[in-house]
């Protein structure tokens, strides 16, 4: 029996995972196991991509790279150099110093343990796929064909614009409220805006999570947030002295980035907070809209919790 009610069940059992596989149209990225992490990190930046599976010299796969083991990477970086680093030295001094940064990936792909390389075939249905995500409690899957080629990932947020453009299907659980579903119950990680980015990359690796809540030191109110997508930035600005920003100032060096290169990306300026009477199909609709991975649940302008593109799914799947 579906863990979805009768209608997304019907929905998602009649597309293949082909049919929503965002990225169909280009030829998809992967990384060369031979690459080192600091490399398969300006990999990921150049494509404005969060992760890519690892090819061995054989053709086959070895794991995932994601912005979270490169987050891993540069705290072990910090916490294993003997001695500060100057300001004005190149970021990979950092990742050299720490847990084999200049070591092919393969070694360190999947540090972080959040995303292993699980396979699917183009073929299955979105709802064998969807079972899969959350069955595994994961992002991301490895999509290939009937001939065995690698074609693509797919991610929560394919399901999600699958869902948002079939919304008639779902229109009667989307009118329920974010409280009524239980989404505004996740305890959301918070950091003060006045503290260094490091910072905030300490809390995502030590608590598993994705993102960070930026706060104002005074009121408590939020300000933006910091993800690890946005660690793609730290290897573009190259200089370890942009680890020792602050929270606020780092965050406004990347909308102001964003907004020049005409890019909304997974987490523009500004970003969006929803409150406890927002109703699901508002949710959905803003995360569609700036693309984004999560969305904040705020009362009188405070975080009191987050609402990522995995919850939506099994908020729906306990209907």
Do not use: W, Y
Not at 269 to 295: C, D, G, N, Y
């Amino acid at each position: 029996m579906s863990r979805f009610p009768q209608r997304v069940t019907e929905l998602m059992q009649g597309a293949r995972i082909a049919d929503i596989l965002s990225h169909a149209q280009q030829v998809p990225v992967t990384i060369d196991a031979d690459l080192n992490a600091a490399q398969a990190s300006g990999v990921l930046a150049k494509h404005a991509i969060s992760s890519a599976p690892v090819r061995s010299k054989d053709g086959g796969f070895c794991g995932m790279f994601d912005f979270g083991d490169l987050a891993e990477l540069l705290i072990c970086g910090m916490q294993n150099n003997p001695k500060p680093l100057a300001s004005d030295q190149n970021i990979d001094a950092l990742l050299e110093s720490g847990l084999s940064m200049s070591s092919p990936v393969h070694l360190v792909s999947d540090l972080s343990k959040r995303n292993p390389l699980v396979a699917v075939k183009d073929t299955e249905s979105v709802l064998d796929a969807v079972n899969v995500l959350v069955d595994r409690s994961i992002h991301r899957l490895c999509v290939f064909d009937e001939a065995g080629t690698f074609v693509g990932m797919l991610s929560f947020s394919d399901v999600l614009k699958f869902l948002h453009a079939n919304m008639p299907a779902i229109d009667e659980f989307a009118q329920a409220t974010v409280d009524s579903l239980g989404l505004a119950t996740k305890r959301v990680a918070t950091i003060c805006g006045d503290r260094p980015v490091v910072d905030a990359l300490r809390i995502m690796v030590d608590r598993k999570v994705s993102s960070v809540a930026v706060v104002d030191e005074v009121d408590g109110r939020l300000l933006t947030a910091i993800t690890l997508t946005d660690c793609k930035n730290l290897v573009k600005m190259r200089r370890l002295e942009h680890m020792r920003l602050d929270c606020r100032e780092f965050a406004a060096q990347i909308r102001a980035r964003q907004a020049l290169d005409n890019l909304h990306g997974s987490e523009a300026f500004p970003f969006f907070a929803v409150h406890r009477e927002t109703t699901l199909k508002s949710v959905i609709a803003k995360l569609v809209a700036v693309r984004a991975h999560r969305l904040f649940v705020v009362d009188d302008g405070k975080p009191v919790s987050v609402i990522s593109i995995s919850d939506i799914v099994l908020a729906l799947a306990h209907k």
